[in-house]
């Protein structure tokens, strides 16, 4: 980590010294952040979410040897990770979240509020109508506020069964293959999520990369990482109300590190963009 160019991210994930314009062609910040999805405390070999087991490494080649996202040439990594870090298992000072299961109302409450958000962004009433639109939300503000929960206790982005696990913040895909080799995800981008000329923002495109970033190591059964570094190289324009998939894979790791590598692609699996990521396991302590 102590070779990086200034301005890439820390464990944390952030740029904060330089503008994004100033990024070479494809780079993209990302907060880092792991609130998406449960948490789980298993040892290596239970179960993931999806039921699989990990009790094998993703990959028992050494480095130098190609992965998907091409060759690293300097020295050999073993695929017992715990051997080069006594810690492996520890989830450094990261809350340990479970999955929610909330009442049937949410999901219909979610699945209104994505739709609100395209109406938000997509509609032209006239003034009386914007006015009791008004009035209706400050009305559910109301409704709301006297519940607010903390992160870990209100079920948003902890329930896997729902489209982005249950979050406003992510756009309503779902997990198509959660394993130790790799994660797909599924879904399309609404007018919500249009940067201009209805082709999907730019910047939205990093947060589902570092989602699916989380969500690979997660799978793997390694301990809870930070997003260290995430690279961006956009290939082509992303469509809003298309079916796309993302996939991701650890193409190989030393100790700490998980180096992970993916694409967003459309229905005749067209790469429409391609992410490398570094995924650093936390210290002890680290939040």
């Known amino acids: 980590m102590s070779d990086r160019k200034g301005g890439e991210a820390g464990c944390s994930g952030s740029r904060t010294d330089q503008p994004v314009s100033d990024r070479k062609g494809g780079e993209a910040g990302c907060s880092g952040s792991r609130t998406d999805q449960p948490v789980s405390d298993r040892k290596r070999g239970e179960a993931g979410c999806s039921g699989s087991r990990t009790?094998?490494?993703?990959?028992?080649?050494?480095?130098?040897?190609?992965?998907?996202?091409?060759?690293?040439?300097?020295?050999?990594?073993?695929?017992?990770?715990d051997a080069l870090d006594p810690e492996y298992e520890h989830h450094g000072g990261f809350p340990r979240y479970e999955p929610a299961r909330p009442g049937p109302g949410f999901a219909k409450f979610v699945t209104a509020m994505r739709r609100l958000q395209d109406l938000a962004v997509s509609t032209d009433p006239d003034d009386e109508t914007w006015d009791e639109a008004a009035e209706r939300?400050?009305?559910?503000?109301?409704?709301?506020?006297?519940f607010?929960?903390?992160?870990?206790?209100a079920p948003a982005g902890r329930v896997p069964s729902l489209p982005g696990m249950g979050s406003l913040l992510m756009p309503p895909w779902t997990m198509a293959k959660f394993d130790a080799d790799g994660v797909e995800m599924r879904g399309q981008f609404s007018r919500y999520y249009v940067g201009g000329n209805m082709a999907v923002h730019g910047?939205?495109?990093?947060?589902?990369?570092?989602?699916?970033?989380g969500m690979v190591v997660h799978a793997a059964g390694r301990p809870i990482s930070r997003t260290a570094f995430l690279k961006v190289d956009y290939r082509k324009v992303t469509p809003i109300d298309t079916p796309l998939a993302a996939r991701g894979r650890i193409a190989e790791t030393e100790g700490r590190k998980a180096f992970v590598t993916g694409e967003l692609v459309d229905e005749n699996d067209t790469v429409l963009a391609e992410v490398h990521a570094l995924m650093v396991r936390l210290l002890p302590g680290q939040p």
């Open 148 to 153: 607010q929960a903390p992160e870990g206790v």
């Open 55 to 81: 009790d094998q490494p993703v990959s028992d080649r050494k480095r130098g040897e190609a992965g998907s996202s091409g060759s690293r040439t300097d020295q050999p990594v073993s695929d017992q990770p």
């Open 203 to 213: 910047g939205v495109i990093p947060l589902v990369f570092d989602w699916l970033c």
């Open 137 to 146: 939300a400050e009305e559910l503000v109301k409704l709301l506020d006297p």
